[in-house]
C-alpha cells in the first residue's frame, strides 16, 4: 500500500497544493516507483488519496508519455528520433539499437530487460543521439558507448535476478 | 560581453546559492522590496522585455492585468520546454537556477503572489532535486516562505512535473495540468491573469524571461533597453541545431543577423551549402538560405516581416543534403503526435496531414495529394482553440512556398489502385 510505505512523500505532495486532484500526476510518479507500472491497483489506490474516481485517475495516466500502462522492460529506453536530432543521425542509431537488441521499434526484449521506443524532442538536441533510460538521460551516443552501455545494464540485470 | 543569462559560462557554480550572492544575487529581490509592487511592474515595463516563450508578449504588461484584489494569486513558471530545437531552459535550470528563482520571486512580489509553481517537463527528472535542494537554500537565507526581507510579504515556491506532452507548454493547459486535469487548453476569456490556477489571478512566465528579471531591477530599464534593438530589447539565448558545426546555446543581444549566428555556431556542418532554416523549432514557418534572410537582423519584427517567427528561437539548421519531404514528415509526424484532440480542425487535420505526407513520401501518391495537404492546412488555419492547430500548418505552408517541386517529384501522375484515400481510417490520439 502505498499510503504506509510512502506516507512522509505523501503528505509532503499534498502539502503543496490547495486541492487534492492536483497530487494525481505526483501521486502516479510515486506509484509508478513502487509498481514499475500503473497497475489497476495503482489507479485505484491514487484515486483513494485524491478522493477522486479511478476512471479520471485512469484518463490522466492515459494523457502522458511518461506513465506506463503497461509493465515495461527493467531498463525503458525512450531514444529521441525527433527532425533535430535526427538531423544529426539519431534514424539510423536508432535502428541500430534495434538491430542489436533484435527488437523492433516499441519491443521488449524476451528477457524482459528492455524495452525500447521512439520519442518526442527531449530538449536535448544539441547533445545528439540522446535517449532517456528510466529517466534519466544519456546524450552524445555512439553505437559504440551504445553497446557498452547495454552491456553493462545486462549486467546489472542479471547480477539483481541472482539475489 | 558577459553572459547574462548563461552566466555559468563566465562564472562556474553560480547556480548554486553560495556562489550566486558572493556575485551579487538577491540583489534585485533586496531592491525590488524596497520599491512599491507597482514600481516594479512599471520597471519591467519600461524595459520592454517582451516574453522568451514563443509569443513575444511584454512582460510588464501582462503583469500589470493581475487584479489587486485579496486572497491568493499565483506564478507560473513555464518550463515545459517541448518544442523541437529548443533547450535554453534547461540549461538555465541546470546551471542559473538561482537567478530564475530570484526572478520568479521579484514576479511575485510585483503582482503580489502568494505562491509560484516551476512547471518543468517530466523529461527534466534529474533537475528536480537540484531545484528542490537550491529553494530550500533560499529559504533558509529567507527569501521564501514568510515574511521576506522582512517586508511582510510571503511566498512559496513548488516544482511540478509535467510527464511528457507537449501541449502543456500552452499556458492554459499548463494551468489544467497543475490542477491535476487533462493537460488541455481552456477556451478564453477568462484570462490568466484573472482567473488562471484554481480560478485565482496568475501569471504566466517562460524560464528565460523571469531570468532576465533580476537584472533590469538592479540595473534599470535603460541599461535592459541599451542591449539589443529598440522594438527588441535584452540578451536572448540562440538555441543552435541540425546541420551546425558547434550546436549548443549562444547568447547575443538580439538583433544579430542569421548568418552572424550562424558563423558563431561554427558554420554549417561540414562545410556544407545551407538549404534551410527553422528560425523557432518546427512551429515556425521554414526559410531559404536567401541572402536576404541570411542578412535578416532576428528581432521579433524583423523576422515577422520575412513571414516567420523568431518565437523561442531555437534554430534548426538545414544543410543542401535535406530531404524537405522527409523533414516536413517529421514534424507532421511531432504535431499529430502532440495534438491534445479538443477540437476537430486540428486533431483530424494533423492526422490528415501526417497520413497523406507518409503516403508522399512512400511514393505512393499523385500531384492531387499534394494540393490536398496545401487544402488541408488552410483549412485548419486560424480555426482551433490554441496556437498548436496553426503550428501544425506552418511546416507544410512553408516547405510547398519554397519547396513544392521536391513534393512534385515524389509523386505519380496516376494513383496506383485501389484509391487508399478513402479506406484509411480516422482515428484521434495516439501517434
Ligand atoms: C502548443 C504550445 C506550446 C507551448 N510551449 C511552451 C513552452 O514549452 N514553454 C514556454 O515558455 N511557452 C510555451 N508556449 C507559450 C505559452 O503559451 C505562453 O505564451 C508563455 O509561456 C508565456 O510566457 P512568456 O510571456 O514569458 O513568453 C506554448 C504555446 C503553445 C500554443
Ligand atoms: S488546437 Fe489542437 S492542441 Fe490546441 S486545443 Fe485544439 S486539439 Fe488541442
Ligand atoms: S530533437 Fe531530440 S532532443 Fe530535441
Given amino acids: 500500500m502505498l499510503a504506509e510505505k510512502y506516507q512522509e512523500r505523501i503528505e509532503k505532495i499534498f502539502a503543496k497544493y490547495p486541492d487534492k486532484r492536483s497530487a494525481i500526476m505526483p501521486l502516479l510518479y510515486v506509484a509508478q516507483e513502487a509498481y514499475g507500472w500503473i497497475s489497476p491497483e495503482a489507479i485505484n489506490e491514487v484515486a483513494a488519496l485524491c478522493q477522486i474516481d479511478p476512471t479520471q485517475v485512469k484518463s490522466i495516466a492515459g494523457f502522458y508519455t511518461m506513465f506506463r500502462e503497461t509493465p515495461k522492460g527493467k531498463y525503458w529506453l525512450q531514444v529521441c528520433n525527433d527532425l533535430p536530432c535526427a538531423l544529426r543521425g539519431a534514424d539510423q542509431f536508432y535502428q541500430e539499437l534495434l538491430d542489436y537488441l533484435g527488437i523492433k521499434d516499441g519491443e521488449t526484449t524476451a528477457d524482459g530487460v528492455f524495452t525500447v521506443e521512439h520519442v518526442m524532442c527531449l530538449a536535448a538536441c544539441d547533445k545528439a543521439p540522446m535517449l532517456q533510460c528510466n529517466f534519466h538521460f544519456h546524450e552524445n551516443l555512439t553505437m559504440e558507448t551504445m553497446k557498452a552501455l547495454i552491456e553493462q545494464w545486462r549486467a546489472e540485470a542479471k547480477a539483481a535476478q541472482g539475489k | 560581453m558577459a553572459n547574462i543569462l548563461l552566466r555559468e559560462k563566465d562564472i562556474p557554480g553560480i547556480g548554486q546559492y ?30 520592454n522585455l517582451r516574453g522568451r516563450g514563443g509569443a513575444g508578449f511584454p512582460t510588464g504588461m501582462k503583469w500589470s492585468f493581475v487584479p489587486k484584489t485579496e486572497g491568493p494569486k499565483y506564478i507560473t513558471v513555464n518550463a515545459d520546454e517541448s518544442e523541437p530545437g529548443t533547450f535554453k531552459d534547461r540549461q538555465i535550470l541546470e546551471y542559473n537556477f538561482q537567478q530564475l528563482l530570484e526572478g520568479s520571486l521579484i514576479c511575485a512580489y510585483a503582482v503580489q503572489a502568494s505562491a509560484v509553481y516551476i512547471y518543468a517537463r517530466g523529461e527534466f527528472w534529474d533537475i528536480g532535486p537540484h531545484m528542490e535542494a537550491e529553494i530550500e537554500k533560499a529559504r533558509k537565507a529567507g527569501w521564501v516562505g514568510q515574511n521576506i526581507g522582512g517586508s511582510g510579504w510571503g511566498c512559496e515556491v513548488y516544482v511540478h512535473l509535467g510527464a511528457g506532452a507537449y501541449i502543456c507548454g500552452e499556458e492554459s493547459a499548463l494551468l489544467n495540468s497543475i490542477e491535476g486535469k487533462l493537460g488541455q487548453p481552456r477556451v478564453r476569456p477568462p484570462f490568466p491573469a484573472v482567473a488562471g490556477l484554481y480560478a485565482r489571478p496568475t501569471v504566466i512566465n517562460n524560464v528565460e524571461t523571469l531570468a532576465n528579471v533580476p537584472q533590469i531591477i538592479v540595473q534599470g530599464a535603460a541599461w535592459f533597453k541599451s542591449i539589443g534593438t529598440e522594438k527588441s530589447p535584452g540578451p536572448k539565448i540562440f538555441c543552435m541545431s541540425g546541420h551546425i558545426e558547434k550546436p549548443g546555446n549562444y547568447e547575443f543581444p538580439l538583433g544579430l543577423t542569421f548568418r552572424q549566428l550562424i558563423e558563431a555556431a561554427g558554420g554549417v556542418r561540414g562545410g556544407k551549402k545551407l538549404k534551410a532554416i527553422l528560425p523557432s523549432g518546427a512551429s515556425g514557418p521554414l526559410l531559404p538560405a536567401t541572402d536576404k534572410v541570411l542578412d535578416t537582423a532576428l528581432t521579433y519584427e524583423d523576422v515577422a516581416a520575412l513571414g516567420s517567427v523568431l518565437g523561442s528561437a531555437s534554430v534548426i539548421i538545414l544543410d543542401e543534403s535535406t530531404d524537405m519531404v522527409w523533414a516536413t514528415l517529421k514534424m507532421a509526424r511531432f504535431f499529430k503526435h502532440e495534438s491534445c484532440g479538443k477540437c476537430t480542425p486540428c486533431r483530424e487535420g494533423t492526422y490528415w496531414l501526417l497520413k497523406r505526407l507518409e503516403a508522399i513520401y512512400a511514393k505512393k501518391a499523385t500531384p492531387a495529394d499534394v494540393q490536398l495537404i496545401e487544402d488541408v492546412a488552410k483549412q485548419m488555419q486560424g480555426k482551433s482553440l490554441c496556437a498548436l492547430g496553426d503550428f501544425a500548418t506552418s511546416p507544410v505552408m512553408s516547405a510547398l512556398k519554397y519547396w513544392r517541386d521536391e513534393f512534385l517529384a515524389y509523386t505519380q501522375p496516376q494513383k496506383p489502385a485501389p484509391a487508399k484515400a478513402g479506406k484509411d481510417k480516422v482515428v484521434a490520439g495516439g501517434d
Fill in chain 2, 18 to 47: 553560495d556562489t550566486y550572492v558572493q556575485h551579487g544575487g538577491y540583489d534585485g529581490l533586496k531592491k525590488a522590496l524596497g520599491m512599491k509592487p507597482d514600481e516594479v511592474i512599471q520597471v519591467v515595463k519600461d524595459s
